[in-house]
Structures are given as C-alpha cells and as structure tokens.
C-alpha cells in the first residue's frame, strides 16, 4: 500500500512539474537560436519524441527534403511535438494524421491534418488562449505557448476544423534567405 501512494504521489509531482514548467515557459520571452533548419528534421525529431499506438494512428508525411526555414530548432520542434499530440489525442479508435508542407518565396506552410474529433467554431476561436483546455488533464497551455513561439519566428498559426471531420493545425514560418 505505501507503494502505491509513493508512485501516486510522483505522478503528482511530474504532473505539477509539467504545469509548472508549461507555466514559467509561457510567461518568459521568447528567445530565440535562430539557424538554417530543414522541415523534415523537425518533424521527425518532434516524432522521436511522440508515444502513440502506430497500429491505431497512421502518421503521413509529405513533406519536401529541401525545405528550410529560419528558426530555433529545439523551440519549434517543442511546436511540433505539442501539435501532433493533440493530433494524436484527438483520434478516438483508428484515423490519420498527415503532415504536409508548402512554400513559396517567403514563407513555409507546415500543416497537420487529423481525422479526429474536430473542433467547434467557439473551440477554434479559444484553442490557442492561455488556460484553455478541452481534455481532462490538459494545462491549457500548450498550443498558446505554440503560437507564441511561431509568432516570435515571425511566423502565423491558425487552425481549421469541422466537428466529427477532423482538424487542421497550419503555420507559416519565415523561409530562409
């Protein structure tokens, strides 16, 4: 019994931690290590990181090898971690997620597109402020740190979606010289 309350009692903990972490990240500036990143490498690395069941969840990429923008890796890959999450999470049994990107002379365009749930037109509208949540264990702090970030790239995000159909998570990044 007093093994299960110490391994209750550290799941509280990292959870605390996580929202404490997400918390003090969301109110610093945003500083940026801006280098040349390829596309590929971000997502990929943002997949290295991602637990998901890949029998139940198919992941697609579409994405050009070439294709480079100006910005902070680690902080865009945290961006693209938080993104396919809740792609993830947002797949109830099987479905897809597919990552795609387009460019032209100024901006790349990375969009991720679920078969999920979807999103209302007042959850879109909310999706990206401070605290905001639809999940139960959710910080409500994820995709506003995202869209933080992306702004201080210069960048935009914006989010597109039909309730039962799914959702798509589309920014645009300032491409390099």
Same mark, same amino acid.
């Given at each position: ?16 931690d996580?929202?404490?972490?997400e918390l *003090? ?23 290295? &990181? ?20 100006r ?6 890959? @945290? ?17 897809e ?9 100024? &901006?790349?365009?990375?969009?991720? @597109? ?5 999103? !209302?037109?007042? @959850? ?8 905001? !949540?639809t999940k139960e264990k959710?910080?409500?702090?994820? *995709?506003?740190?995202?869209?933080k ?7 935009? %995000? ?6 039962? @159909?799914?959702?798509? %998570?589309? %920014?645009?990044?300032?491409? !390099?010289?």
């Open positions: 019994p007093r093994r299960r309350l110490v391994d209750k009692i550290n799941e509280g903990v990292k959870a605390l996580r929202v404490v972490t *003090l990240e969301y109110t610093r500036p945003v500083e940026l290590n801006l280098s040349r990143c390829s596309c590929v490498e971000l997502v990929r690395d943002a997949l290295g &990181y991602l637990e998901y069941d890949s029998a139940r969840v198919i992941i697609l990429l579409e994405l050009d090898e070439s294709l480079k923008i910005g902070d890796a680690e902080k865009l890959r @945290q961006v693209f971690l938080n993104i396919l999450l809740n792609a993830v999470q947002s797949i109830e049994a099987n479905g997620i597919r990552v795609r990107a387009e460019a032209d002379d100024t &901006y790349a365009a990375l969009s991720v @597109q679920d078969t999920g749930c979807g999103m !209302t037109e007042d @959850q879109i509208k909310s999706i990206f402020s401070p605290f905001y !949540t959710g910080t409500g702090l994820g *995709l506003a740190l995202c869209l970030i992306v702004e201080g790239h210069g960048g935009d %995000i914006r989010a597109e979606s039909t309730p039962g @159909q799914g959702s798509t %998570i589309t %920014i645009r990044l300032p491409r !390099t010289e």
